[in-house]
């Protein structure tokens, strides 16, 4: 695991090492109107012209010591900047994970037992949809219909009462996750219009990806009704509705366990996209800027940051495998 | 001749994308209660269908697609029998591993493997006799109160109060669905014009019955409070831990614990018999149960059958391709042949003289003690049933076809006393 983790610093490391070092020491360039010499001044300051080890060498270092440098989008420290944007993300993917996984899984099974009819033939073409929509285009056309024509569930994280209330002063933010800490702070108004402007982005999110949920759960729905226990399960008398239920579901959710522990992971890192359509600053909105500005620092904590919750959601996956599945635990 | 079980003309049909496979062509059996009978025939002549349409368990694609299957299980009904095609699925749920149950072979596919194996007996118990079970547990819970025995006595007496009113809900579900069957079995057996639809609506209302009250179902979800059933749980296991150990499983209280693939395929097939065998059943169907284990745990589970039979059971059908086991264990016995019942007799009947060509060729192709020159094996496979052959199924692979037999589908005769066949050869009137 933690090989996995070096692995992918060497690699993103190197891809920036590419930029000659006249491009990237324009992070520290706070003026515009600087001169070359001042250029390799600020390049000899800070190194960039090290042979590549050496650099490396330098930001693991800094790694090890939880300074991870500056971010010059977020004008802060890059673990400050963290602090501020993680949450907003985290909110909506905590929403948004369980609505998908349900949504996933309640679907699939319909369609399994409902194979060949109109809810199996609707599902699947859900699924299909969902599969080849992009982000992007969905997202738009969300925000175009439900707030443009209507009005309804506008982009941002909060209103500009809520957002007043929020620096106010009065608002504690204990957990910086919105809707805990208005819960936290007893201000309902605050966690009503906080949900309010989660609906359209978790909405989105789970339109387009419980449909990869929905496939496997169908197809391992079937394989399992198709087994010999299922014959055993009714002929002890059990009902249709248990069997599916119980005897067929347990068994199938054995390979969607894999795919929701890696849908998680793949939602943080697949913020870039909605974060930026529905103008929620978190790290997805942070990175797209770091990319488009050459911010060294916050790319190369967020492929840290993101390579680790790849890494921490296979170890899950395998926790959850051994409770779901005898087979795999451990004498 | 009184039955237990009857088939009569039962045809069934798997609906596969290469066409409607014809598996079972009007297949007449009839077991009668106290026997051990027979299924023989190759694989793939549908004898598996035939059990698993006698519990209406054939899985998609299949369908039975008409006969019927009568039932003379209940004293009130030895006249007509109860047609089980007819009968709702909720009738069916309270019938299957009650009444009838059913061994499978391959026990280590029968078995689910994410439950373990107290948890997979524990379901029969649950589905069929849960009255006696929360009777039993209500009166241990009663004594201990009354004893005043160390424990926390609120939730004793909670358990207790929770117990008896899902066993009073569950009793007083289980007296309306008896009127309930019986109201729909009288009205069948009564061919009146307009019936039909009124037994549909008491089927309809049959299906939507629920076994317990609301609160009862409510409570059973909630959790922390579900535990009251925990003490249920431990009646129930030993129920389990006895039945395995008359099953003659060793160490069974550690047994109940374990997962399918942690047993041996031995153990593994006293599970499957104990799922079986948990509600007392009258009928009990095993489906080559001794295929896929080796020569002595063959032994051993076929023993225990008998032994099963001799004590418990009234009825076995037994199915299997081994000729021994059918001359060692069975009453009477009928040979199938892709879909069709060739030759139906007593046992020693059958091995003393055979009449159909098919049944001659089965038992010709088994070596004797005094073999003399090869085997004779009869030529050819089963026929794909998605296109039958015409007439006799056999024709195109019997020795002795004549004209007649690729046209005419031949009737059963009882061409001896309690011996039945269904060839041209006794009923042509051009002999060849």
């Known amino acids: ?331 | 001749m009184d039955a237990l079980l009857k088939t009569e003309d039962l045809k069934t049909n798997f609906y596969t994308f290469e066409g409607v496979v014809k598996a079972l062509n009007g297949v007449n059996v009839m077991v009668r209660p106290g026997e051990t009978y027979g299924l023989v025939g190759e694989s793939g002549c549908g004898k598996s269908v035939t059990v698993r349409s006698m519990m209406r368990i054939v899985q998609e694609p299949g369908r039975i697609e008409s006969g019927r299957i009568a039932l003379f299980f209940d004293e009130k009904d030895k006249e007509r029998g109860v047609d089980i095609v007819q009968q709702s699925d909720a009738y069916m749920q309270k019938l299957r591993g009650n009444d009838i149950s059913m061994i499978f072979q391959e026990a280590s596919t029968s078995l689910n493997p994410v439950f373990s194996i107290e948890e997979q007996i524990g379901e029969s118990f649950e589905f069929h006799r849960l009255d006696e079970m929360l009777r039993e547990t209500v009166e241990e819970l009663d004594a201990e109160i009354q004893q005043g025995k160390a424990g926390f006595l609120g939730w004793k007496k909670f358990q207790r109060s929770q117990l008896a009113r899902e066993l009073a809900s569950h009793t007083a579900y289980d007296n309306a669905v008896e009127e309930l069957d019986a109201q729909i079995i009288r009205l069948e057996s009564t061919d009146l014009q307009g019936n039909a639809s009124a037994v549909a609506a008491l089927n309809k209302k049959r299906e939507g019955m629920k076994p317990f009250s609301l609160s009862t179902r409510i409570l059973r979800r909630v959790p922390i409070l579900r535990r009251y059933r925990n003490r249920l749980s431990k009646t129930i296991r030993t129920h389990i831990v006895e039945l395995l150990r008359s099953l003659g499983l060793p160490n069974p209280e550690n047994v109940v614990d374990r997962y399918p693939h942690e047993l041996s395929g031995g153990m593994q097939q006293r599970i499957v018999i104990a799922i079986a065998l948990a509600c007392n059943p009258k009928l009990l169907i095993a489906d080559e149960p001794t295929s896929n284990l080796d020569v002595t745990i063959q032994a051993q589970i076929l023993d225990l059958i008998r032994k099963l039979k001799e004590d418990t059971i009234e009825s076995v059908i037994f199915i299997t391709h081994d000729l021994g086991v059918v001359a060692e264990l069975c009453d009477r016995v009928s040979v199938m042949y892709a879909g069709d019942v060739a030759e139906t007799a007593a046992v020693k009947d059958i091995f003393a003289k055979q009449y159909h060509p098919y049944t001659e060729g089965l038992i010709a192709s088994v070596p004797k003690r005094d073999q003399k020159g090869e085997l004779k094996p009869i030529h050819g496979t089963v026929p794909n049933l998605v296109t039958p052959p015409t007439g006799c199924r056999f024709h195109p692979r019997c020795p002795k076809a004549m004209d007649i037999c690729s046209q005419v589908k031949p009737e059963t005769i009882e061409i001896a006393p309690e011996h039945f066949v269904a060839c041209h050869l006794y009923t042509s009137e051009d002999k060849a």
């Open chain 1, 1 to 331: 695991m933690v090989l996995i983790l070096v692995g992918v610093t060497v690699i993103v490391f190197s891809i920036m090492m590419l930029l000659p070092p006249g491009q990237r020491v324009s992070v520290y360039v706070q003026d515009e109107r600087v001169n070359n010499q001042q250029l390799e001044a600020l390049i000899e300051k800070y190194g960039l012209d090290d042979p590549a080890p050496v650099q490396y060498w330098r930001w693991i270092k800094g790694v090890f010591r939880g300074d991870f440098g500056y971010s010059v989008v977020a004008v802060t420290p890059v673990i400050e900047a963290f602090k501020n944007y993680f949450p907003v993300t985290l909110e909506l993917v905590l929403i948004a994970t369980p609505l998908i996984i349900m949504t996933g899984v309640w679907l699939g099974t319909k369609a399994a037992t409902n194979k060949d009819t109109a809810i199996d033939h609707g599902t699947r073409i859900f699924a299909i949809v969902g599969y080849s929509l992009p982000t992007f285009w969905l997202g738009l056309m969300l925000l175009m219909v439900f707030y443009g024509l209507f009005g309804l569930f506008p982009p941002g994280v909060l209103s500009n009462e809520g957002r007043d209330v929020l620096y106010s002063g009065d608002f504690q933010r204990y957990t910086r996750l919105l809707l805990i800490d208005s819960i936290l702070n007893w201000r309902w108004d605050m966690f009503w219009d906080a949900l309010y402007h989660l609906i359209l982005p978790a909405f989105n999110l789970v339109l387009l990806s419980s449909a990869m949920i929905l496939r496997l759960t169908r197809s391992s729905m079937l394989d399992s009704l198709g087994q010999d226990y299922i014959r055993t399960a009714l002929a002890k008398g059990a009902s249709k509705n248990l069997i599916e239920r119980k005897h067929a579901r347990r068994n199938a959710l054995i390979p969607v366990i894999t795919v929701s522990g890696l849908l998680f992971a793949g939602l943080m890192a697949g913020m870039v996209i909605t974060e930026t359509i529905f103008n929620r600053p978190g790290i997805g909105l942070w990175m797209a800027d770091a990319a488009l500005r050459l911010d060294v620092s916050a790319i190369m904590f967020n492929v840290l940051f993101l390579s680790g919750v790849y890494v921490v959601m296979n170890l899950v996956v395998d926790v959850l495998y051994a409770y779901v599945d005898p087979r795999i635990r451990l004498s």
